[in-house]
């Protein structure tokens, strides 16, 4: 008898968990490993495209739309594929990670769709990664429960009344450093979080009505969602899988992307389903690339700039336009509130808040918009029913009202508010915040009644990096240098000694964060991204 074929992949520096031989089998392993191979390359070539784009807005501090692909802009004819029955009707959609609680209530919230989510909402532990694989298949199975440590039993509902799920990978930057292929390389997280969940679940998703479909994050250009669409059609042939059963969504998350929504959506017309307005990543994209641009570029407090702001209508006015000329569905941001059942009057306000942006959303024409609680979903229903009655959509209004320029996208000089202390207060506030739970394993976070995800350490910390290394200086005339921030920080982390206890600050990584907090706010060197030196120190 012959030997068995190694493995295609090898696991490394991981502690075995339970039942996690059920998500990597043999099968499993060799089909990411064929996605690997296929895929891993060009991904590479893409991160060095995206440094030389960089460069290049380094040295132009512009961006324009691209004249190579003005051909499949100006082409009034190309639309992308209907969508499928479950993901005709959008109007709310709730975003959180795929632990079990979680997978549960989302499903319950009365949500249209539930973002599943290995991205910014989710630590990637190797419990969370393979942990979020098997509460989804449970899920399916319909063999999943939770009792929390109070008693409280949570179980599904109805098949019918469950929302629709839309697994949200991560995003092309960030390897999985517990897989790794023949070479020693990682295989990247993107390709294991949507090899694992297409490979377990398309057939069965099939079965049931569905399919599997995706939300694609921090896309920076179109090529980018080209290779999506190629990992989309060979993972396709490969498990026998009709062609278009895939169906993505793609985050304009980046300022980048925003230039490119008709060429994102043409290179994947027949897996498109629609695109989504981010809004904390955005910001921290446009930081990010325009960091050196000058003053003009330099943005004031992250609270102090909505999506009334002149360039973040442009931009989802834009996102609608293209959209709805496409035949996509058109989703608009997060309502990041945390209801508190303690202060009704605290809740009156925020609900008031939150229903006027989704009535914003909704009168803007987009089709559907996202939430972070499950008492939020009510809220939102309210104002897209209110524009939608019976419709599933509106993907009717066209928006050809609507004329967005280069320049507006980009037109940050615009906002009249400024910089402040408080503001950057508040930016080391939530980062050492975020960033503790985060090393902790927690990728969704509520701080100060919001439910915090990555994207809001990396504006905070991009904006704590803008500011000194433009010399900003606040109202009462205090230069913003890297002594201040240090001195504020140090401030922050005594006051949380203070609030938690010595016992739980000992037993945090509160110093941790406060140190990678330092390093990537402060450093001459701006990280690309915050998650791959936090990964480092991830348990």
Same mark, same amino acid.
């Given at each position: 008898m012959s030997a068995p074929a190694p493995s295609p992949l090898a696991i490394v520096d991981a502690e075995p968990l339970e039942r996690q031989g059920e998500v990597l089998t043999d099968a499993a392993l060799a089909f990411l490993a064929e996605l690997h191979h296929r895929f891993t390359p060009r991904r590479d070539e893409l991160l060095a495209r995206r440094a030389e784009r960089r460069a290049e807005i380094a040295r132009t501090s512009t961006l324009d739309f691209l004249p190579e692909t003005a051909h499949i802009r100006e082409d009034p004819d190309w639309r992308v594929a209907p969508a499928p029955p479950a993901l005709e009707d959008r109007r709310v959609e709730i975003t959180g990670p795929t632990d079990r609680k979680m997978t549960i209530n989302a499903l319950n919230s009365g949500a249209k769709v539930w973002l599943a989510d290995f991205e910014d909402a989710s630590a990637p532990t190797w419990a969370n990664v393979i942990g979020g694989q098997l509460n989804l298949i449970d899920a399916y199975e319909r063999r999943i429960d939770f009792t929390s440590p109070?008693?409280?039993?949570?179980?599904?509902?109805?098949?019918?009344?469950?929302?629709?799920?839309?697994?949200?990978?991560?995003?092309?930057?960030?390897?999985?450093?517990?897989?790794?292929?023949?070479?020693?390389?990682?295989?990247?997280?993107?390709?294991?979080?949507?090899?694992?969940?297409?490979?377990?679940?398309? @057939?069965?998703?099939?079965?049931?009505?569905?399919?599997?479909?995706?939300?694609?994050?921090?896309?920076?250009?179109? +090529?980018?969602?080209?290779?999506?669409n190629d990992v989309f059609v060979f993972a396709q042939d490969h498990l026998s899988v009709p062609q278009g059963t895939i169906r993505a969504t793609v985050l304009i998350e980046t300022i980048t992307a925003a230039y490119e929504m008709d060429e994102i959506l043409y290179e994947l017309r027949d897996h498109a389903s629609g695109l989504n307005a981010g809004r904390w990543d955005y910001l921290f994209s446009i930081v990010k690339n325009f960091r050196d641009g000058g003053p003009g570029f330099?943005?004031?407090? @992250?609270?102090? *700039?909505?999506m009334t702001a002149p360039f973040m209508r442009a931009y989802t006015e834009l996102l609608v336009r293209t959209c709805h000329k496409r035949g996509a569905h058109a989703i608009g941001g997060m309502a990041a509130?945390?209801?508190?059942?303690?202060?009704?009057?605290?809740?009156?306000?925020?609900?008031?808040?939150?229903?006027?942006?989704?009535?914003?959303?909704?009168?803007?024409?987009?089709?559907?918009?996202?939430?972070?609680?499950?008492? +939020?979903?009510?809220?939102?229903?309210?104002?897209?029913?209110? *524009? +939608?009655?019976?419709?599933?959509?509106?993907?009717?209004?066209l928006r050809e009202d609507v004329r967005v320029t280069a320049a507006e996208l980009i037109d940050v000089a615009s906002l009249d508010a400024r910089p402040t202390h408080d503001g950057l207060r508040n930016a080391v506030?939530?980062?050492?915040?975020y960033i503790e739970a985060w090393l902790r394993g927690l990728g969704a976070v509520a701080i100060f009644n919001l439910m915090e995800d990555a994207a809001t350490a990396e504006i905070s910390r991009s904006q704590i990096w803008q500011?000194?290394?433009?010399? *900003?200086?606040?109202?009462?005339?205090?230069? *913003?240098?890297?002594?201040?921030?240090?001195?504020?920080?140090?401030?922050?982390?005594?006051?949380?000694?203070?609030?938690?206890?010595?016992?739980?600050?000992?037993?945090?990584?509160?110093s941790q964060a406060h140190?990678?907090?330092l390093r990537v706010a402060l450093d001459a060197d701006y990280t690309e991204f915050l998650t791959l030196p936090a990964y480092e120190l991830l348990g």
């Open positions: 109070e008693g409280k039993s949570y179980a599904l509902r109805p098949d019918d009344a469950l929302a629709t799920v839309v697994t949200r990978p991560r995003g092309w930057h960030l390897d999985e450093r517990h897989l790794r292929a023949a070479d020693g390389r990682p295989v990247p997280g993107a390709l294991v979080d949507f090899g694992l969940y297409f490979f377990h679940n398309a @057939r069965r998703l099939l079965a049931q009505g569905k399919g599997p479909y995706f939300y694609l994050p921090k896309t920076e250009s179109h +090529l980018e969602a080209r290779l999506w330099v943005l004031p407090d @992250r609270n102090a *700039v909505t509130f945390i209801p508190s059942r303690r202060d009704p009057e605290v809740n009156a306000v925020a609900f008031d808040k939150v229903k006027a942006d989704k009535d914003r959303e909704a009168g803007d024409g987009f089709d559907g918009s996202w939430v972070a609680h499950p008492d +939020l979903v009510p809220v939102a229903r309210a104002s897209f029913d209110a *524009v +939608l009655g019976d419709r599933p959509h509106q993907k009717d209004r506030q939530v980062g050492t915040r500011w000194v290394n433009a010399g *900003v200086v606040f109202e009462n005339g205090e230069k *913003v240098t890297a002594d201040l921030v240090r001195k504020v920080a140090a401030e922050e982390l005594a006051a949380i000694r203070e609030e938690v206890g010595e016992d739980a600050f000992a037993a945090g990584k509160w140190d990678l907090l």
